[in-house]
């Protein structure tokens, strides 16, 4: 059985079975980063050639209508597919009321109790909002972006995470005006240097960045779709205060784990008091035995869709079909949807320092210049290539970086190669694609130590 219940954002959003990704996590963004993109191309086609003169204009409503269309055909299929699998499907929030025994609430409040031998805690995470004036009132969140029915005008992106950025990006994409206000680093875990490049990009492609800065109260100066807030916000390090005036607010500052509202502690499942976090042992089990946890709601595990499908049918298999297999969560790749992407896999280079130290790693790196951006003129010497190796364990390949066109799906091909151990040997003996960004990795010359230039000129 499946209890599955969404309750709503403050701005009464709510949504179909499939969970975060699906409906308010990577489908939608993906699909949105896409739109922003085939602007980008629309903007290139001229350069090989292709003539238009009417006005090219973006329509929001269009795209969100195509978009929620494609995710109600994925929660039909989710629902289709427990029904084939015999998969009681119940739409009602359940919280634990006695060891082996749940209590599911439906849409209408009315309660129903259902035991069962184990379970598996698999609800995710919400976006946080940040505790001042206004701001659940006024601001939204990405529970509530992908289904906005109306443009939302000019925005602030509150937040330097990934989600951040990467709705900046596309917003900034389809034409709207965009600032993000940060309150310290980009991307805090991922390697520092890439996330400065992602920046600097999206800074030079009309996206404005607030550093060092906090929001302390929203106002409503106007209501309507979009309206009109007022932001007051003050310096992280200094007396300062700035105000802005927006259409929309967009909070990106993190999410926390539903964990609190769910009777653990009727049980005596153990969480992390400080972040909600369930920590579990090599094969997702709580300290009650019963009792296992998968995907965004563990503690010290990525926050990543693929990983959390990763474990959940490995511990199926385990618990149902007598197999062994745990989930393997060291070298997880993946991908920022930003305007440039940023794909990774491995270690970040301040994290490979600390596990190897500096001495004991060679950095290879270089910037390249795709083809497709050269006759549309686009920017030289941005996209960036990096590798990370640990030098006594014969160069392994311990941190895989980079920043380009289709990032993705470059850094999913060479994820498969760092889990059969890659080596910059390997690399080296491996014949590139021609002309591709991924076949930059096959000839990588320069090392940071070396101090040398790393521009391109030329094919």
Known sequence: MVLDFVIPSPHGTTWGLGGTCVNV?????????????????????????WEYNQQVKHNWETMIEAIQNYIGSLNWGYRVSMRENAVAYINSYGEFVEHHKVKATNRKGQATYYTAAKFVIATGERPRYLGIQGDKE??????????????PGKTLVVGASYVALECAGFLAGIGLDVSVMVRSILLRGFDQEMAEKVGSYMEEHGVKFLRKFVP??????ESGSPGKLKVVAKSTDGPETIEGIYNTVLLAIGRDSCTRKIGLEKISVKINEKNGKIPVNDVEQTNVPYVYAIGDILEGKPELTPVAIQAGKLLARRLFGGRIEKCDYINVPTTIFTPLEYGCCGLSEEKAIDVYGKENLEVYHTLFWPLEWTVAERDNNTCYAKIICNRPDNDRVVGFHILGPNAGEVTQGFAAAMKCGLTKQLLDDTIGIHPTCGEIFTSLEITKSSGLAITQKGC
Request: net charge positive; proline share 4%.
């Open 216 to 221: 302390v109260m929203i106002q409503q100066l």
């Open 25 to 49: 996590g990577c489908i939608p963004k993906k699909l949105m980063h896409q739109a922003a993109l085939l602007g980008q191309a629309l903007h290139d086609s001229r350069k090989f050639g």
């Open 138 to 151: 006024y601001c939204i969140t990405s529970d509530d972006l992908f289904s906005l029915p109306y443009c």
